[in-house]
């Protein structure tokens, strides 16, 4: 009788600890589920950088814990959340998750390139998805030919962006924008950016383009520069509506 249970202990605990091992591979991230209750946890920048390689996480639920510093990622390293190429492009791929900042700040979002497009640390931001209580510090983007170029986000495709704001540079061709590149159809509430902005064509401290979409309550403070369709705020707005501003 007792070699059994010896037997059937040395089963449980095997059992356990193979569990134990199980959860600890699948675990993503610094913890969570990415469910609405239980967001995936981001507290690292690997964290961070790692949500651009699930494409099956675009509609989760995630929370930033902490500020997160992303000078380690320089050049094109980091992996732009959600995928912008061309309007009604198949390759699309747009985040349509909720990603609470939790008022912490990603610092030193930095991306050089002479030609890269469709630049941000969300390339697409699409219907029903949610950006909120995020602060970008220090962001330096230079991409020389650049097109779709925003520190936040490139395109905003009918979500909302609301409570965010960006510091820093960027610089790029056409459709550049402070913190968005283009808001087609978007909602952006309570955002602001600091930084200088610079550009050929819809160059906006805010929004590159507001295209059917809403801003209000946001306001800019950078220096813009550009040569047709320049705005402090917004750079080219095609029935939109700007308010509070």
């Given at each position: 009788?007792?070699q059994?249970?010896?037997?059937?202990?040395s089963?449980?605990?095997?059992v356990?600890?193979?569990?134990?091992?199980?959860?600890?591979?699948?675990a993503?991230?610094?913890?969570?589920?990415?469910e609405?209750?239980?967001?995936?946890?981001?507290?690292?920048?690997?964290?961070?950088?790692?949500?651009g390689?699930?494409?099956?996480?675009?509609?989760?639920?995630?929370i930033?814990?902490?500020?997160?510093?992303?000078?380690?990622?320089?050049?094109?390293?980091?992996?732009?959340i959600?995928?912008?190429?061309?309007?009604?492009?198949?390759?699309?791929?747009p985040?349509?998750?909720?990603?609470d900042?939790n008022?912490?700040?990603?610092?030193?979002?930095?991306?050089?390139?002479?030609?890269?497009?469709?630049?941000?640390?969300?390339?697409?931001?699409?219907?029903?998805?949610?950006?909120?209580?995020?602060?970008?510090?220090n962001?330096?983007?230079?991409?020389?030919?650049?097109?779709?170029?925003?520190?936040?986000?490139?395109?905003?495709?009918?979500g909302?962006?609301?409570?965010?704001?960006?510091?820093?540079?960027?610089?790029?061709?056409?459709?550049?924008?402070?913190?968005?590149g283009?808001n087609?159809e978007?909602?952006?509430?309570?955002?602001?950016s600091?930084?200088?902005?610079?550009g050929e064509?819809?160059?906006?401290?805010?929004?590159a383009?507001?295209?059917?979409?809403?801003?209000?309550?946001?306001?800019?403070?950078?220096?813009?520069s550009?040569?047709m369709h320049?705005?402090?705020?917004?750079?080219?707005?095609?029935?939109?509506?700007?308010?509070?501003?």
């Amino acid at each position: 009788m007792r070699q059994e249970k010896m037997k059937n202990h040395s089963l449980v605990v095997a059992v356990m600890t193979f569990l134990s091992m199980t959860s600890a591979a699948d675990a993503k991230y610094s913890g969570g589920t990415g469910e609405p209750n239980d967001p995936y946890r981001i507290a690292t920048a690997e964290d961070l950088n790692d949500i651009g390689n699930h494409l099956e996480d675009f509609d989760k639920h995630f929370i930033l814990v902490n500020d997160v510093n992303l000078a380690d990622y320089t050049g094109m390293q980091f992996k732009i959340i959600g995928r912008w190429i061309y309007y009604y492009d198949p390759n699309n791929r747009p985040f349509v998750g909720v990603f609470d900042g939790n008022d912490n700040a990603i610092w030193n979002f930095t991306l050089n390139s002479d030609s890269r497009d469709c630049v941000g640390l969300f390339g697409y931001l699409g219907e029903g998805g949610v950006i909120k209580n995020l602060g970008l510090e220090n962001v330096d983007i230079n991409v020389v030919n650049g097109i779709w170029v925003g520190s936040l986000v490139v395109f905003n495709g009918g979500g909302t962006i609301n409570n965010c704001y960006s510091t820093g540079m960027v610089s790029a061709a056409t459709f550049v924008g402070g913190l968005v590149g283009e808001n087609e159809e978007g909602t952006i509430t309570n955002c602001y950016s600091l930084g200088s902005v610079s550009g050929e064509n819809e160059v906006g401290g805010l929004v590159a383009v507001n295209s059917l979409g809403t801003i209000t309550d946001s306001y800019s403070t950078g220096s813009v520069s550009g040569s047709m369709h320049v705005g402090g705020l917004v750079g080219y707005s095609y029935q939109g509506a700007i308010t509070g501003c």
